[in-house]
């Protein structure tokens, strides 16, 4: 191979490593970095997500944000798959409202795990969505949490990345000790003040 074509090669590898990566995680290899991805189907699914993106980026994980709907953007939600599929990402949670086809449409297109978040606000108040979500065809599963439950659906996420991720079972197990210290200093209040 001549230096020239050599260096073309160099130089489109570098290309779509900088499109895969965040400029904080240039010299980390690919699998070294903890990846989700959250994809919601409108704009105003956003105050039920971002609890979701907190807990993650509090993890330090990448988190790769997207409003893409199966219905309205089908074109546009298969790309970001595809690039998912490639550039390391763990885990794909999906938030969607009403008849919620998004979930279910980005399991079919990956084998990544996908957590689906049922969402309220319609006339159905989130039943719609948690039917659409949870009631998938053997062989396409989506994890699905409760209705509105993002931050669960971001524990999960977590839950799943710890498997190859230490320093995120770390963190997971520390705050399982923090949570049960408070509730036994709650019950110990309640103790108080009823004896
Ligand atoms: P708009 O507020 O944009 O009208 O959306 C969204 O997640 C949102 O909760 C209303 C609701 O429609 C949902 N939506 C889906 C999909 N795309 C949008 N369920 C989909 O592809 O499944």
Redesign the pocket.
């Known amino acids: 191979m001549t230096i020239r074509i050599l260096l073309k090669k160099r130089k489109s590898c570098f290309k779509i490593s900088r499109k895969y990566t965040n400029a904080s995680e240039e010299g980390i290899r690919k699998d070294e970095i903890m990846r989700t991805a959250i994809i919601?189907?409108?704009t105003?699914?956003l105050p039920k997500v971002e609890p979701a993106v907190a807990i993650l980026k509090d993890y330090g994980v990448t988190v790769d944000v997207r409003c893409l709907?199966?219905?309205?953007a089908h074109a546009g939600l298969s790309e970001f798959i595809e690039e998912t599929n490639q550039n390391g990402t763990e885990v794909i949670i999906t938030a969607?409202?009403?008849?919620?086809?998004?979930p279910g449409v980005v399991a079919s297109q990956t084998v990544l795990p996908v957590i689906g978040v049922p969402?309220s606000?319609s006339v159905l108040d989130g039943m719609d969505?948690l039917y659409s979500i949870v009631q998938m065809p053997s062989g396409i599963p989506v994890a699905t949490v409760a209705i509105n439950g993002s931050k669960n659906a971001a524990y999960l996420a977590l839950q799943i990345m710890a498997v190859k991720h230490p320093e995120i079972r770390e963190k997971l197990l520390e705050e399982r000790r923090q949570m049960e210290e408070n509730a036994m200093k709650a019950n110990e209040e309640v103790i108080a003040k009823f004896q």
């Open positions: 919601m189907g409108s105003s699914d709907s199966a219905h309205r969607a409202g009403m008849a919620a086809a998004l969402l606000g969505a």
